[in-house]
């Protein structure tokens, strides 16, 4: 990968060890264990190059550039020039010119659907969160993913609910203690389970679901950082904020669209967690366009 790809991933907060990763599996999923693009081998002189523009076929809000200028450096080893001319974050309309990559006309076209795919799949991840960040603009409310993420491509997809205006909740199992309803029953009720994973992880965030007034109130008395209110009305959540008082954080979950987005942020919640930012995200359509030759 080329120093200035590398400084560009690092840059977006992605690990450009992590993304080459991606990035070599995806390539090897399309060329096989031989690296082979049969038709492109057969069509095109080893020695010919050219100039390749990334076109919006759509309007939305892009991201994941760095990631398929990675795409175009694997495939090529690092032969190609890419020139970005627009910007993570940012929305973009249709015909837009997004970047130019100049390269062996071989390694462009080997390289062009793996970039398309990842860099489509990212752009309309953006873009579905920034409809719901302009939802809940002049709340207090920001909209949080999960972990309903695609396999292998979470840290992808969460950094594209960044570029959209969206706030990551935690990466894994690993880095904030979830409480759900079947960790109570298996551990015997709220306290318990909270004074297990306190025990166990003193540093760690703890976050409990709920379900009604009285579990919320449980799990803060019982010391939890953050509540996961599941699949409540706008009416008990605004009991659960009263009874809850500033003591801990509180996320809405379950059944959320974005048609009621400003009514659930106006119950005094601080997220609204959204599984269907990462699974469910149409891809904003982009295409690899080759000037023409002279």
């Known amino acids: 990968m080329k120093p200035s790809t590398v400084d560009a991933l690092a840059a977006a907060g992605l690990d450009p060890d992590a993304v080459g990763r991606i990035v070599f599996t995806a390539l090897e999923e399309d060329l096989g264990p031989a690296r082979l693009d049969?038709?492109?081998?057969?069509?095109?002189?080893e020695d010919q190059t050219d100039t390749g523009d990334l076109v919006a076929r759509g309007d939305g809000v892009l991201a994941g550039l760095a990631v398929a200028a990675a795409v175009f450096d694997e495939a090529s080893g690092g032969s190609t020039e890419w020139v970005g001319t627009a910007r993570d974050g940012e929305r973009v309309a249709r015909g837009d010119v997004l970047a130019t990559v100049t390269g062996p006309t071989r390694a462009l076209l080997t390289a062009e659907r793996t970039a398309l795919n990842l860099l489509c799949r990212l752009s309309g991840v953006a873009t579905h969160t920034r409809a719901w960040a302009d939802a809940l603009a002049g709340t207090?409310?920001?909209?949080?993913?999960?972990?309903?993420?695609?396999?292998?491509?979470?840290?992808?997809?969460?950094?594209?609910?960044?570029?959209?205006?969206?706030?990551?909740?935690?990466?894994?199992?690993?880095?904030?203690?979830?409480?759900?309803?079947?960790?109570?029953?298996a551990a015997g009720g709220v306290a318990a389970a909270y004074r297990r994973v306190r025990a166990a992880?003193?540093?760690?965030?703890?976050?409990?679901?709920?379900?009604?007034?009285?579990?919320?109130?449980e799990a803060v008395e019982a010391g939890a950082d953050f509540l996961l209110c599941d699949n409540m009305s706008p009416e008990l959540l605004r009991e659960v904020v009263e009874a809850v008082a500033g003591?801990?954080?509180?996320?809405?979950?379950?059944?959320?669209?974005?048609?009621?987005?400003?009514?659930?942020?106006?119950?005094?919640v601080d997220y609204l967690s959204v599984g269907a930012l990462t699974h469910s995200s149409p891809i904003l359509d982009i295409a690899l366009d080759l000037r023409p030759r002279s």
């Open 38 to 45: 049969v038709t492109s081998m057969a069509t095109i002189p």
């Open 140 to 185: 207090k409310a920001q909209v949080l993913d999960t972990r309903k993420t695609t396999p292998g491509l979470r840290i992808l997809e969460k950094y594209a609910v960044r570029a959209g205006g969206g706030t990551n909740k935690r990466m894994g199992l690993y880095d904030v203690a979830m409480i759900k309803d079947n960790h109570k029953l």
């Open 247 to 268: 003591r801990a954080e509180l996320e809405a979950t379950g059944g959320l669209t974005l048609d009621r987005a400003a009514e659930y942020a106006a119950t005094g």
């Open 201 to 217: 992880h003193p540093d760690l965030t703890v976050e409990v679901e709920v379900t009604t007034v009285a579990e919320a109130v």
